[in-house]
């Protein structure tokens, strides 16, 4: 017994050696590192150098990096556990998430990004759970699939990381995934089937990729854990579908700048929802007339704008979460007092460009007593009436009720409104003088916009508010001086008023961006300080006053000018070289000025950006300068109305944007611009069909030269023909001669076209007959000569077109018949109404007719009687010859 014992004693303590030693030779292996005070794996290590060696840090963000051991004896740098962006599981020292997500400048595009490409060594990482590479630039390269294989990843992260191509449809392996954000990338997809691998993810993001054609799957909805959904801007289409109705956990959905069709009413079932946003879907139809009543208890924001929504607003009142409401835009009806009533939460209600109707009253207001913005502009069919004497639950910070129907009065009511910040009461029907209270209340006034009523009245001295940086009055009825502003005002609208006065107190603004003093009644000369102070300026507008003298020369000025208006003035003096400097001009308007001296070659050689250049109604002299054709990218040209002579220019063709037909949806928006927040638009004054008029909105599709009212001599270049995106041609009253072109017909859009008052000869080619969107046309007081082509088009215009060419002749000019062609009594008809009136008169007229009548019934009636299968052919018709 006591030999076993020894025996078991014996065999436990060579276990226990053999035990111990296994352990003494594990724990340097294994706790080598902890030793050292190194935690992180040398495989994985290893392996993170490799991946940085594939990266170009340009901003050393991976400078707390190490490299191969041996390079480096900082501990820092050899643990990569210590490593910017690297996170080490404190139990198993394993790397479990790398974040090298890159700043940026305010989440709109990366400031310091990694560049390069993605190496497959992360696959050495096999417990990342988490990667977040976004806000770095690879490249365009493709999202390797060797992330599919890393099967332990919950969080992906590829935001603005500059990937591309088709996304890999492994992805969807990744049935841990939690979080994937693949937005603000250049991938694409041929379906989105792949996304139903996903049973774990609560968090999905694919916005502003290419998706196009691609429908939501019915899929997603078995995602049950989804809890915030971001698809914008992919190009997707169809119908939301059905399915969503399942995802009881939804908490956010935006779906907005897409081309979907239509909204499943399932959507409306999900009382998860906190944040849903389909904006800027044009497609997008479909009443409300099944969800009058919407009941999402938890609702904070409702963004629906910019689609085609129809049917009453729906009532809100379910939603008792809701803080922000957004429907502008769309098509919605009716009035609004049981639509937002009963919203205690609600901050901000947008519905304007809609088709509101009825009276909005205090009643609906009475409880929203944390709203501090309603916009309810451009729906003119509704009246807003409010007490003068009501106290409002909240004070509002923006206020838009523009082109509702405030007037005639102006409303009162406002006096107990001292926070505003926004105003918009433009063309709200008001014809009224505006009272003091009202410029006292605008201490904290940003934007303030009156225009387009009928208000009247001296402005006072707001140089007091010193938040206003947008102001705009224009097409009242005010008068007096100009009123002072503060130093910080950077856009300013005063046209269409009777201010009166020199505007030498805004010569210091230095801030001005915009400035239009178009249409009053201001005059003097304009200081050389006030271009001086106001370079900044991108828009000025003086035109329609009584301005004088010479524009100051400023040579040595930087100019940043894009629009500038100074016609129908008296101004004087030469187009001085203090504008050479404008290199942006995109429209310049002299036009009805006291300019003299000749067009500057500069001109044409220092404003690439050019789009309209108006010199009408001056003194100028000279040839036109060749360098004019250095603008390529002129739409309208007037030099109308001067005295220049020479020829012209047979290099037309350099126009680049009149050589090549109008396409609206590719047009360069330059005279589209919004010159302000507010949404005025560049303009410029036109003669269109003989008149002239402002065009704004349409200014980008007038495609115009008129070079009429001048001594310009030689023959019309046969270059004018390649001018094919032109609209309008007018070379009247000049001394031009030789032929039309014979290929005119190449302006097929032209729409007029005047060389009346010339010495233009021979025949009028048959190709100006193919021009059928001709709508003005004058040939008159030529040396024109043969027969008119009276063929397609030409047969719409009356015989006034051809007057004063005494060699013309044929149709219509029923009076002047061609050799060998006789006047038909329809000619006769057409062209001379008094000799009409007179055959009319005559009792010989109707004898004529009478007389015709009978040989002409006998002369065809007796033929068919004499023939006898005519005859027996009548006869079955009247039923008086049997079969």
């Known amino acids: 017994m006591a030999l076993k014992v020894n025996m078991i004693t014996s065999n436990s303590l060579a276990f226990l050696q053999v035990f111990l030693l296994l352990i003494l030779a594990i724990i340097p292996w294994s706790f080598e590192e902890d030793v050292n005070g190194v935690k992180c794996q040398e495989r994985e290590r290893l392996a993170l150098v490799k991946f940085k060696s594939q990266l170009i840090d340009d901003y050393g963000r991976l400078s707390t990096w190490g490299n191969y051991r041996g390079e ?5 740098k050899v643990d990569c556990c210590k490593w910017k962006g690297v996170f080490c599981d404190d139990r198993t020292n394993h790397v479990v998430a790398l974040d090298l997500r890159g700043p940026s400048y305010y989440g709109v595009s990366p400031t310091s990004p990694l560049r390069g490409n993605i190496s497959s060594s992360l696959l050495e990482l ?11 630039d690879f490249n365009g390269t493709q999202i390797p699939e060797f992330i599919c294989a890393l099967g332990k ?4 992260d590829l935001e603005y990381s500059g990937v591309s191509g088709i996304i890999p449809h492994c992805l969807g392996n990744l049935s841990k995934l939690l979080f ?6 250049g991938v694409h997809d041929t379906n989105l089937d792949w996304l139903s691998g996903f049973q774990s993810l609560e968090y999905l993001d694919l916005s502003q990729n290419n998706l196009q054609g691609m429908i939501i799957p019915d899929a997603l909805g078995n995602l049950t854990s989804l809890s915030e959904i971001y698809m914008v801007n992919c190009s997707l289409e169809g119908k939301i579908p059905d399915a969503l109705g399942k995802l009881r956990s939804l908490s956010k959905l935006e779906l907005s700048y897409n081309n979907l069709e239509a909204i499943s009413d399932a959507l409306w079932n999900i009382t998860s929802l906190s944040y849903l946003r389909i904006y800027y879907n044009i497609k997008l139809r479909g009443e409300f007339n099944n969800v009058l009543n919407l009941s999402l208890p938890n609702l904070q924001e409702l963004d629906l704008s910019e689609n085609m929504l129809s049917g009453p607003v729906p009532n809100l009142s379910l939603c008792p979460s809701l803080i922000r409401l957004r429907l502008t835009g769309n098509m919605f009806s009716g009035s609004l007092t049981e639509s937002i009533g009963y919203l205690p939460q609600v901050e901000i209600i947008d519905l304007r460009r809609n088709r509101l109707e009825g009276l909005i009253s205090e009643t609906p207001l009475f409880n929203l007593s944390k709203l501090t913005v309603l916009y309810l502009s451009s729906n003119s069919n509704l009246t807003v009436r409010i007490d003068p004497s009501w106290n409002p639950p909240s004070q509002l910070e923006g206020l838009l009720l523009g082109s509702c129907k405030l007037g005639p009065y102006f409303p009162r009511w406002l006096q107990k409104q001292k926070r505003l910040e926004i105003l918009d009461i433009s063309n709200a029907k008001i014809s009224d003088g505006v009272p003091d209270w009202f410029w006292d209340n605008m201490q904290n006034c940003v934007q303030l916009n009156m225009s387009y009523n ?3 009245g001296v402005v006072p001295d707001l140089s007091s508010k010193r938040t206003l940086y947008y102001i705009s009055l224009s097409s009242n009825m ?7 502003l503060p130093p910080a005002v950077s856009d300013v609208n005063f046209s269409g008023n009777k201010f009166s006065g020199t505007i030498f107190n805004y010569c210091y603004l230095r801030n001005l961006h915009f400035l239009d003093l178009s249409d009053n009644l201001l005059f003097s000369q304009i200081p050389q300080s006030c271009f001086i102070n106001l370079m900044s300026l991108n828009y000025l507008d003086l035109a329609n006053n009584n301005f004088s003298g010479e524009i100051p020369n400023l040579v040595d000025l930087v100019c940043r000018v894009f629009s500038l208006h100074l016609r129908n003035n008296s101004f004087t003096g030469e187009i001085l070289k203090s ?3 404008c290199s942006n001009l995109v429209i310049l308007d002299l036009g009805g000025n006291n300019f003299t001296g000749i067009i500057p070659d500069w001109l044409g050689e220092s404003m690439p950006e050019l789009g309209v250049l108006s010199l009408k109604s001056n003194n100028l002299h000279g040839d036109l300068p060749w360098s004019l054709c250095h603008l390529q990218k002129l739409q309208v040209l007037d030099i109308s109305l001067n005295n220049i002579s020479g020829s012209i220019p047979e290099c037309l063709s350099n126009f680049t944007v009149l050589s090549s037909k109008i396409d609206p949806n590719s047009m360069d928006y330059r005279f589209f611009k919004k010159a302000s927040e507010a949404g005025l638009y560049d303009s410029a004054y036109i003669m269109w069909k003989g008149k002239e008029a402002e065009y704004a909105k349409i ?7 008129d070079l009429s009212s001048n001594n310009l001599i030689g023959e019309i270049p046969h270059e004018v023909t390649s001018l094919i995106g032109l609209i309008a041609l007018n070379l009247s009253g000049n001394n031009l001669v030789g032929s039309i072109p014979r290929d005119i017909d190449r302006l097929e859009i032209l729409n007029f076209l005047d060389l009346s008052k010339n010495n233009i000869s021979g025949s009028i080619p048959s190709a100006l007959a193919q021009l059928g969107h001709l709508g003005v046309l004058d040939l008159s007081f030529n040396n024109l000569s043969g027969k008119i082509p009276w063929i397609a088009h030409l047969q719409t215009f009356n015989a006034s077109i051809y007057m004063g060419n005494p060699e013309l002749c044929g149709p219509p000019l029923v009076l002047k018949p061609c050799p060998g062609d006789k006047a038909s009594a329809g000619d006769v008809d057409e062209a001379n109404n008094q000799e009409h009136d007179n055959i009319f008169n005559s009792r010989g007229f109707y004898i004529s007719i009478v007389l015709g009548f009978i040989v002409a019934f006998w002369g065809v009636s007796g033929t068919l009687f004499r023939n006898k299968w005519c005859w027996i052919t009548i006869g079955k018709m009247f039923n008086i010859v049997e079969d």
């Open 126 to 136: 096999a417990d990342l759970n988490y990667l977040d590479l976004g806000f770095n």
């Open 153 to 156: 990843l919950q969080h992906l």
């Open 478 to 484: 005010f008068n007096g001086s100009l009123p002072l």
């Open 180 to 185: 994937l954000d693949l937005s603000r990338n």
């Open 579 to 581: 504008l050479k400097n």
């Open 72 to 76: 480096d004896d900082d501990r820092e």
């Open 699 to 705: 200014l980008r599709f007038l495609t115009i030269i």
């Open 454 to 456: 009928q208000m009247y």
